[in-house]
């Protein structure tokens, strides 16, 4: 670890200090990918507080997921040591959980209240048929959404859905609160600030004051979540929002991208470029090899053959599968010239792409790590254990431990007349305590931390960044990461664009929004980028023909390489590559 507050901003460039070292006030980090906006954002934090004399107990910073928020917590502590403790580093989902909390019989909950299920939501919309309360939740219309406010509250619960809201509408009505927290946290700071929503914004506005200390950092191309209601248009309009006839905002643009070779950047910036939200803006690369390999295309015949070359690829990448054990704690870092699994990602666009290439991987003894989007707690058992643990909080112990214990309390509850456990098995059970594990060893033995994860979204895998396994994820969840190598597969257009039904009209807008997914997609690649497409793919029921994406278009030819067999094969010669 570094000595703590020495020379903190030596690390930085000159525009990345000037961002950092910036007094109070309003501030707006606008840049591309891998220019450093994230190590501006810690630098910023730690030099406030080693530096200035900020508390680090004033300082909030806000994520948009929870794996970015540990992220940026690990970050912090290399360069704040222990007192990073200290620091709010949260989502805005668990910032709302935290917030309701500590109110909670403001709102008619108790400080235990929990975030209901699923089945609590089907539950608190009786007297309805369960396929009645399904369809009406679908549909979501605003009399259903309070009906179920309204039996959840009774209960004491709150859906996920209504976490941000309910707290807004708490805030609104409580200007001593306002002050309370305004007080509290003097400094926000929030990472990704393209992809906020109305909700998350309007509660930004009631925690800040305008002319307050609030940094806001992102990329409007990178905005990909307007399909759940982020607007782009309140990065646009930061300035106008947070200052005041006295403080006016501060903008800095960085300009030199870190993280991406040479050829790679240029390709990621021609991509972009028809409907770029930031026109006229500098990107350069630090890194000056130009020497470096241009990024690989590869048309592939069907999708087996796609799983084939990313399975191809790999072996060279690492130097030899063959030659490799299969255990994968061997270190292969420390391989000389060659890569290491986990610095491989594979990227895509819909979680049904990732089948194929799991199994192509698995087959050659590859280990790989799945990011999946289902939220543990829908997962049966989780929330029974969970329930059980928070009735058995004097237990003790690691939160493994009591995972574990819980998990046999309700295992052997099983089947019994208990409403809850009716249809519950014990190797639900049993899976729901591995599934449970790897959370809980993160956690420690905070249990709020652990249930606090468990309520506000954790996923079902157990993903490890440090783990030797080659990671799959969709091209969303790799917003903020980078890899040495990735591969951006399924480049088609109808995937890339999505098409998300036959026949889908899409607007201008939308087919943008996929453009920025694109290149969220090309700049999370440091050193090796690999696209590829299939002929064929199986799409609404059928087999069909596939075009590559036209996102492809404007990349010069100089920057793509064709890899492989190039030209099609005929049915014979491909049937015998597949057996
Ligand atoms: P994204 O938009 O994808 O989230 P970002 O702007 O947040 O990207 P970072 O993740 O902070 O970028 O930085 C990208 C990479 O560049 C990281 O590996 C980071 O350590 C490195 N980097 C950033 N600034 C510098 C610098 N001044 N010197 C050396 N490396 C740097
Ligand atoms: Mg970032």
Redesign the pocket.
């Known amino acids: 670890m570094e000595e703590v507050g020495t020379g903190l901003l030596d ?3 000159a525009l ?1 200090r000037v961002a950092a070292s910036a007094p109070g006030g309003p501030l707006l980090i606008v ?10 954002l810690t630098h910023r934090l730690a030099y406030l507080c080693a530096e200035l004399g900020v508390y680090p107990e004033e300082c909030l910073a806000i994520t948009f997921t929870r794996r970015a928020a540990e992220e940026l917590r690990e970050r912090l502590e290399v360069l704040l040591g222990p007192v990073t403790e200290a620091v709010t580093v949260s989502t805005f989902h668990a910032l709302g959980l935290l917030i309701l909390r500590e109110n909670a019989p403001a709102v008619g909950l108790t400080p235990q209240f929990r975030i209901a299920e699923e089945s609590d939501l089907l539950t608190a919309l009786e007297p309805l048929s369960e396929k009645e309360a399904r369809k009406a939740l679908a549909a979501l219309e605003p009399a259903t959404r309070e009906t179920l406010a309204k039996a959840l509250r009774a209960r004491d619960m709150v859906s996920l859905d209504e976490l941000l809201t309910l707290t807004v509408d708490l805030l609104r009505s409580s200007p001593a609160l306002v002050s309370r927290y305004r007080a509290r946290w003097r400094w926000i700071f929030v990472d ?1 600030y393209q992809d906020v929503d109305p909700v998350q914004y309007e509660l930004l506005g009631l925690l800040c004051p305008p002319g307050g200390n609030l940094c806001a950092i992102g ?1 409007p191309d ?1 905005a990909i979540y307007s399909f759940r209601g982020a607007e782009v248009s309140f990065f646009l309009r930061f300035a106008g929002d947070f200052s005041t006839p006295d403080v006016d905002a501060r903008v800095v643009r ?1 300009t030199r991208n ?2 991406s070779s040479a050829p790679i950047l240029a390709a990621a910036v021609q991509a972009i470029a028809p409907t770029t939200l930031v026109p006229g803006r500098r990107l350069d690369p ?1 890194r000056l090899d130009l020497e470096a390999p241009v990024v690989g295309l590869y048309p592939a015949n069907s999708v087996a053959d796609e799983a084939d070359f990313v399975v191809r690829t790999v072996d060279e990448l690492v130097g030899g599968l063959s030659h490799r054990s299969h255990d994968n704690r061997v270190d292969s870092r420390t391989t000389i010239g060659a890569m290491s699994f986990a610095d491989i990602a594979v990227l895509y666009r819909t979680d049904a792409q990732a089948g194929p290439i799991v199994d192509a991987l698995s087959r050659a003894g590859v280990p790989v790590q799945k990011r999946s989007h289902d939220r543990l707690l829908d997962r049966p058992g989780v929330a029974a254990i969970a329930r059980e643990l928070r009735y058995a909080d004097g237990l003790g112990g690691s939160i493994a431990a009591r995972v574990r214990l819980a998990g046999q309390v309700v295992a052997g509850r099983c089947g019994t007349l208990d409403s809850d456990l009716m249809t519950l098995n014990e190797s639900d059970v049993w899976n729901a305590v591995d599934l449970m594990t790897p959370l809980a060893l993160r956690a420690g033995s905070d249990l709020d931390e652990f249930l606090g994860a468990l309520a506000t979204g954790a996923e079902v895998d157990g993903w490890d960044p440090r783990a030797d396994r080659v990671n799959l994820l969709t091209l969303h969840a790799s ?2 990461l ?1 890899f040495p190598v990735v591969f951006l597969v399924g480049a088609e257009d109808g995937l890339l664009p999505l098409r998300p039904y036959a026949g889908a009209k899409q607007t201008d807008d939308d087919i943008a929004e996929e453009r920025r997914l694109f290149f969220v997609g090309l ?1 999370r690649a440091q050193d090796r980028l690999f696209v590829s497409h299939s002929r064929t793919r199986f799409r609404f029921g059928s087999e069909r023909e596939m075009a590559p994406t036209p996102f492809l278009a404007p990349i010069d030819p100089g920057l793509l390489e064709r890899r492989g067999p190039a030209a099609p094969r005929k049915p014979k010669d491909r049937q015998l590559r597949l057996i």
């Open positions: 690390r930085l460039d990345q840049a591309g990918p891998g220019t450093g906006k994230t190590r501006t990704e990329d990178q960085l870190y993280r630090a917003k903020g980078e700049t």
